[in-house]
């Protein structure tokens, strides 16, 4: 933490923003974590957070989904295309393996930051046409899931002058 | 839609934003949709649409590219890395053809998108400098298409107090 | 440009917004030029950059990564999931090497973009946590980075009613 509780207080009074509105639209490891990260971090700065979960993101919500989150290539500079490395058969698993290792040094896994998002009073959403056109059911989310919800509602939380708004 | 008339009325009172911009970066369905159902949302609610598309966004901009968007596997947790099964000759158009028949389930098809998000008042731009890197001229540009603008045309818009600027 | 001076001080009276926060989260070219190309456009409108590297990101702020970023496969819609055309040996480097061309036809190259950027009054910062489990070490670092901060950090800077955030 960097900001001291006067900072904050400070902060406040000047009409610092206290809303933390995530759009969670991927579900490999390399882009859960920055969402998960900020999610984790901003109750501590007295700013509120809401997680709204939608395409390939969405299936992080899922029973099944949940646990089996993998490193994705996207934006990564070392494999920026198909390569013939990357294409050998288990050479996913490996590489997934090994990244999640060294990031579960750092944070906790995947399943258990969406439990301490929950813990320090993060919302967390489903987008519901999504759930339509992948054909998840009400049945098959977490535990965790406050509720589902569509983009009208999306847009109302970002249409919050005291809200940040990140897509990720 | 979540919010009532009155609802909407009261938030407009208290400074909530009116204007969604949206920077469309990537051409892929997965990623397209998000930016066309809030664009497509966003109006009922009171709020006006700018979308400005660069770089791989751009070319859905253009006469052949906004039939052949395709799904990608950006962020797809099933589809982390290349692998064997992908690169199967015609999985790519298999898989495309598909999940295209399941969104459009649920949702217009892109070029559909773009004319509704013209008839509810929403603009249409195009980044300059990426016309000129992906060789694209002003002809092979749709007809919705509303102006050609550079980057400092966009952080105008962002920089209103009352934008949500979203980068997808 | 296209504000002229009067009308950039027209805005700053309407309480328009003067920083530009970045979530630069992947390290290949086509994700790299969005936020290089706003960093240093912002400042001739007025506007203050942050640039916030962080993942995939965090790789262009080393010596070795700098100048080593490649094209991404990223929401290309030419190239939506791995193809047998993308696996042949060879090809990855080809296409990057077309690309760029054409890039710098339009723009300085990343390593110079960075210089640019730092130049013109904009802030570089490195991700602490990814430092770790990126195991990147401070020496590795290009010369032109400001600090290495954390996510409450950049979340003190994206809380500020004036910034813009965007995450790329």
Avoid at 74 to 88: A, D, R, S, T
Avoid at 107 to 116: E, G, L, Q, R
């Amino acid at each position: 933490m960097v900001l001291a509780t006067e900072q904050l207080q400070e902060a406040a009074k000047q009409g610092f923003k206290k809303k933390l509105v995530i759009v969670v639209s991927k579900g490999t490891i390399d882009m859960l974590y920055p969402a998960f990260v900020l999610a984790t971090t901003a109750p501590a700065m007295g700013i509120e957070v809401d997680l709204y979960f939608t395409f390939w993101g969405l299936r992080v919500l899922t029973k099944k989904g949940v646990k089996s989150a993998k490193i994705g290539a996207v934006g990564n500079p070392g494999i920026p295309m198909p390569n013939l490395m990357g294409v050998l058969p288990g050479m996913t698993a490996m590489t997934t393996k090994m990244m999640k290792k060294r990031i579960e040094k750092y944070w906790p896994s995947v399943p258990d930051m969406i439990k301490m998002i929950k813990e320090s009073g993060g919302r967390i959403h489903a987008c519901s046409p999504t759930m339509g056109f992948m054909g998840v059911d009400e049945k098959d989310l977490i535990p965790e899931v406050d509720d589902i919800v569509g983009a009208s509602t999306f847009l109302g939380w970002a249409s919050d002058p005291e809200a940040i708004t990140l897509f990720i």
